[in-house]
């Protein structure tokens, strides 16, 4: 199937109630999204998902959460206020403001990562480059800082001034001390964090992709300084397939290469900690039925890491609209804790039992993901147009699925299939997000269930009343098996833990 549009996939978004722009009946304001009441289950789930698989699941990471505005000189400290900018142009008639990088990537089909206002320049005057809107030529060119100010109290001057965060990180930094004490936490730990993050982006697009107001799924993890090569869980991941696409490779214009983690680490291509973050990225992302074969992992060259990076690397993901970062992980060394210490004046080292010394760990990996953009990932892989249904198909995982169990009755003028219908969904709706519906053809209604992904559907008709067993339907296959209705909420969570369909109940031809 040819792959969706984003533009396709923000239309079926906003018809279906995933996502709609904000503030639309005003108009609307760019980079900024609502979610519908399918759309905020799906993220919610997705949230779930994350947090259980890396906080709730795991020994060594345990979770915070720090405010959206906090104490300017958290930002000064970061590097955030200095150069946490974008390269701007202004056209010098109608005044339109563009994100340069992205601008020359369009029009020149280049790679201008990393190159700095100067080298943007020189580009759009050796090229001739014109406003895409009226034609005319740029004003000088600027550097924009993308983070959101704001004003904290009644004052509204420079000594009240503060931002939105544009990432969660800084506060896992700032509140590391704390947390690590209270929750006696030991090398080497990860402290996640899930939260809104606010960039005034200087051109958002892409629909829910690049936006002004987003959610971060982030872990900061920190290690020993002098064991920042070994990971004492790469065994796990070493038989994992990725496809590989290093510094080395882009600079030789070379493809990606798919290999064995293992492989990869014998040939030096990885660290041992990187490598298991990315392998375990992809593989929180696959459990989840997102296709293996849209992923990759992409080095950063030299001159695109940010200030604070020793190595960075991405998870990429092949959006409609090219291969784009989906997760950063960056390895932040000791920059952040050393900045705080220095601009807070206050010890942030912790005791190492071992060597009895004080030290400030080293942050090796840093996987920070964005919510919209795993939401990007799992519709777009999750959608097919099933053309013998006549009907789209959104083939979400059970545990992401905005609405895991459909109830219909058979027919909608029989009393007692009615209140037997209604029963069983209050009865499912104390463990599962249940719909029910009984407008329309049992066919239409199954479509209108398949369109937003509900997992199982199930229907109550004459013999349900008589003898207390139900149809259920599954999603993906339209397979259908009959169940006793004192059974239906303990088969649907094996079904949710894996279990085969048609283990669930008597088959029907
Ligand atoms: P990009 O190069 O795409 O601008 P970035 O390198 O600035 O991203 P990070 O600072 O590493 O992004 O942020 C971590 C993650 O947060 C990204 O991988 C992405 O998933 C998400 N993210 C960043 N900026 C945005 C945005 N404007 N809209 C939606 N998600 C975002």
Not at 319 to 340: A, C, I, M, V, Y
Request: aromatic share 12%.
């Amino acid at each position: 199937m040819e792959k969706l549009s984003i533009e396709d996939m923000a239309v079926f978004c906003k018809r279906k109630g995933f996502a709609y722009p904000n503030s639309e009946i005003y108009g609307g304001i760019s980079g900024f999204w609502d979610f519908g009441h399918l759309g905020v289950e799906l993220k919610n789930n997705i949230k779930r998902e994350w947090w259980k698989f890396h906080v709730n699941d795991r020994e060594d990471i345990v979770g915070m959460d720090g405010s959206i505005i906090t104490h300017p000189r958290v930002w000064e400290a970061s590097g955030h206020v200095e150069s946490f900018e974008d390269v701007m142009l202004t056209c010098s008639k109608c005044k339109e403001r563009i994100r340069a990088d992205h601008f020359i990537e369009d029009k020149l089909k280049i790679s201008v990562e990393g190159l700095d206002s100067k080298e943007i320049d020189k580009l759009v005057n050796k090229n001739k480059l014109k406003c895409p809107k009226c034609g005319s030529s740029f004003e000088d060119i600027k550097d924009f800082n993308l983070m959101f100010k704001t004003n904290v109290g009644p004052r509204e001057d420079k000594t009240s001034v503060s931002y939105l965060r544009p990432e969660t990180a800084q506060l896992i930094f700032v509140d590391f001390k704390l947390v690590v004490e209270n929750a006696r936490l030991k090398l080497p730990f990860g402290i996640a964090q899930i939260g809104k993050a606010f960039r005034n982006e200087i051109s958002p697009r892409d629909f829910l992709f690049r936006s002004r107001e987003f959610e971060q799924m982030e872990i900061e993890y920190f290690v020993h300084p002098d064991q920042t090569d070994k990971c004492p869980y790469v065994k796990e991941v070493m038989s994992k397939e990725l496809n590989f696409y290093t510094e080395e490779m882009q600079q030789k214009n070379k493809k990606p290469i798919r290999m064995k983690v293992k492989d990869a680490l014998n040939k030096k291509l990885v660290s041992e900690w990187h490598a298991y973050w990315l392998a375990t990225e992809q593989k929180w992302f696959t459990d989840l039925g997102a296709n293996p074969d849209n992923f990759r992992i992409r080095q950063h060259l030299k001159k695109e890491k940010s200030h604070y990076a020793l190595d960075t690397w991405d998870l990429e993901y092949n959006f409609p609209f090219g291969w784009k970062e989906l997760q950063g992980f960056s390895n932040r060394t000791d920059f952040d804790l050393k900045q705080h210490i220095k601009f807070s004046g206050k010890d942030l080292s912790i005791f190492d039992e071992e060597t009895k010394k004080k030290i400030v760990p080293h942050v090796v990996a840093e996987p920070s993901l964005g919510v919209e953009r795993a939401f990007l990932v799992f519709m777009f892989d999750a959608y097919t147009y099933d053309k013998k249904r006549g009907n789209v198909v959104l083939r979400l995982h059970p545990r992401l699925a905005p609405m895991t169990v459909a109830v219909f009755p058979l027919v909608s003028n029989k009393p007692q299939i009615v209140k037997k219908a209604k029963e069983v969904r209050d009865g499912l709706k104390k463990y599962f997000n249940v719909f029910y519906d009984q407008g329309g053809s049992i066919g239409r209604r199954y479509a209108r269930q398949d369109e937003i992904g509900t997992t199982l559907c199930i229907t109550v008709d004459f013999d349900s009343v008589e003898g207390s067993d139900v149809t259920i339907r599954e999603r993906d296959t339209t397979k259908q098996v009959r169940v006793k209705i004192k059974d239906i909420c303990h088969k649907i969570w094996e079904y949710m833990e894996g279990a085969q369909f048609e283990k669930l109940g008597k088959k029907i031809r």
